[in-house]
Structures are given as C-alpha cells and as structure tokens.
C-alpha cells in the first residue's frame, strides 16, 4: 500500500464521519461562515451564526447592514472589524456582479473581498464540488509532518498536494484532514504515542524518536 493510502484510511479509520463542524444552509451562508471562522473555532462561528442567520442570511440582508451593527453581532469571533468590513463589501459585489448570486468556481471566488485561496477553494469544494483543496492550519501542518508534501505556505502546499495526489482532493479527504490536525495531530502535544503513521512522520523523527 503507498504511502498515501496508508495515510488517508488511518484518517477514516480516526475520523469514519467526513464531514465540516461548521453549521449552513445556503451557499451565500457557507461563505459567511467561513469567513467569521478565520482565527477562531467552528464551535463558537456556530454560537453566533445560529443568532445571525435568523436575520441576516442573503447578500441584499447583509449589503444593507451598518458595519457597526455588524460588528456588534460578530464581536466574540475575533478580527470583528475585517470581518464585518469584508462581508459587506463582498456582499455588495455578489449583488452588483454577479446578480446575488455566489459566483461558481474558486478563482471568482477569490476576487470578493475577504475571500482568499483557501476560503475560495474551501467554498468550491464543499458547495460547487470542484476539485480544489482549501489548505488551513491544520491541512497545512499535517501534510507537511508526514512529509506528503514539503513547502513553506498553505497555497504552496495546496499547489503541491493538488500536483500530486489530485485523486485525494475531494470533501472527504479535506474533512478528515482537517478532524486529523484538530483532534489528533494537533499543533500541540500531538497524539504520537499509538498513531500508525508514525513511521512517516518527519515531526515524529525530528521530535520525539529517540
Ligand atoms: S506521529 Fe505525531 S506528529 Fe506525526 S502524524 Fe502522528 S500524531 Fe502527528
């Protein structure tokens, strides 16, 4: 079995259930979402979306919205004022470019304000199924500890996974990835002791191997 086979069924056999912690139901609300979830985890953007969404949920709700009113509901996730700013702006633009509808693939995406490559490719292919890998912390620091790939940046490491291992860019494996790096190979005190892909791994050889 490749190495990367062996990789991705220890992560289904950690995490059998793919699928995202953050909470929508539209496209235009899984934008939103993820932008509020830069710097900040899925469980507390579900605390305020769960209140947010009820009023506020299409790009002519949140167009319309004072960034200051905004920001007050937004407050507790972090970077409030970017945020707020950046999800007006962008609302705007879906309504003035694109007719209010979100546009379908990462690279418009990406021109909205707020919208960088990984909350791009995040969207793309968790709502429009395109083979696109949105590259965060976790995604970022677990593929270069197994040494699947070797870069310096989130956007290199997607080029980089996307060139060679295209067949593991789908939802499941970016969810699983993603559950992998949050709950068992975290940025701190990583779950070493019992993982199988430790043989692999360039973290565990340069850290704890002794
Ligand atoms: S051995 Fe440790 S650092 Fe390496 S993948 Fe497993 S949990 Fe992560």
Redesign the pocket.
Known sequence: MSKIEECFNYFEKLFPEAKTELNFSTPFETLVAVILSAQCTDKRVNEVTKVLFKKYNTPKDFAKLEQEDLEKMIFSLGFYHNKAKNIIKMSKQVLEDYGGELPKTAEELEKLAGVGKKTANVVASIIFDEKVLGVDTHIF??LN??GLVDETTPNKTADSFMKKYPNYVNHDAHYRMVL??RY???ARN???DG????K?????KE??ER
Not at 195 to 198: D, F, G, I, W
Not at 200 to 204: I, L, W
Request: hydrophobic share 30%.
């Open positions: 620091r677990v500890r197994l992998f790096g068992h190979c975290t990583p779950k070493c993982c199988e892909l430790k692999f791994c360039k973290f565990f850290n704890k």
